[in-house]
C-alpha cells in the first residue's frame, strides 16, 4: 500500500477535515509519522474520530496500521515525498545535466581499477562468443551497448535482458564463452544466478556494478562503478555516463588487443556505409 497515491487518487474528494491532515502528511511527515492520534488531530485542528475516519479513507484498518504504512513509506526515501525545488530554466537544466556528467566522468577515472579493466578486456578479446547481459532500463542499455561496441571488431557477441533467455543461454555456454553483466544496483538476483551457473561450467563472468554487491561477489571479474544517485528524483542518473565510459574503455582495450582482425571488419562495415549510405568515409561508423 502506497498512502500517498491513495491520497493523490482521493485528494479532489477529501472533506475540509481530511484535507487538513492530508496536508500534514505532505508538508510535515516527521511530525505524523511520530505523533500520536491526539497530537495528529490537534494540529489538524479535528477529533480524533476524524483521524480514525480518515485512516480508513486511505486503506488502512486502524490508526496504528496508519502509522504502520506510514513508517514503511519513509523507505521509500523522502526525497519522492518533496522533492527539492529546481530551476525550469533550459539554461540551469543543462548545466545541471552537464557538470553531473563530467562529474561522473571524474569520479569513475579517478576510481577505476585499471587491472581488473585490462583483465577483462583480455578475456573478451579471446572469447569464442560473448554473452552481454542487463535488465532495466539502464542495465539493458548497456547490454546492448555492449554487442554495438564490440560486434564491429568481428567478435561474437549477443545481448539479452530477458531474464529466462539469460539463464539458458548461460546453461549452453562453453568454458570458451564470457558472459559480461551490467547491474547497476548489483542486485540482480536472476543475474547472480546466471553467473552462479556460469562458474558452475567453467564460463568467465564479467560484472560492471557496485564493489562488494551480491552480483560482484558471485563475478569472476569486476569493473567496479560505485557512484552516488543524488537527491534530484526529475535527473537522470549520470551513472548512465560512467557506464557507457566504462564500456567505451572496455572496447577500445579489445580493439587494440585484436587489431588487425578488429580494423578488418571496421573497413568492410565501413565500406557498406561509403557505398549504400554516405558517399564517403567522413561519417560515423553507424548512426
Known sequence: MD??????????RLSPSETRIADILLNDFEFAVNASII????????SPPTVTRFCRRVGCESFSDFKVQLARTAYVGMRYLRPEPKSRDPADVAQD??????????LLHRSLDLVAIEKAAEKL??????????????SSMIASELQNRLFRFGLHVIASSDHSMQ?????AA??????????????????????????????????LTQADSPVAKAADIVVPIDLAEGNNIFRPTSTRIAYLAAVDILASLVAYN??????VTLRRIKQQLVAHRDGDDRQLLGD
Open 3 to 12: 498512502i500517498f497515491s491513495t491520497l493523490q487518487e482521493e485528494k479532489a
Open 39 to 46: 497530537e495528529l488531530a490537534e494540529k489538524a485542528d479535528v
Open 97 to 106: 545535466i552537464i557538470t553531473k556528467a563530467q562529474n561522473a566522468l571524474f
Open 125 to 138: 578479446s579471446r572469447a569464442e562468443m560473448i554473452y552481454a547481459f542487463g535488465s532495466g532500463g539502464n
Open 167 to 171: 539463464l539458458m543461454m548461460t546453461a
Open 174 to 207: 562453453k568454458p570458451t564463452h564470457v558472459v559480461i553483466g551490467s547491474s547497476f544496483s548489483g542486485r540482480n538476483g536472476e543475474l547472480v544466478r546466471a553467473f552462479s551457473l556460469a562458474r558452475e561450467t567453467g564460463v568467465t563472468t564479467i560484472a
Open 258 to 263: 585484436i587489431q588487425p582482425q578488429a580494423a
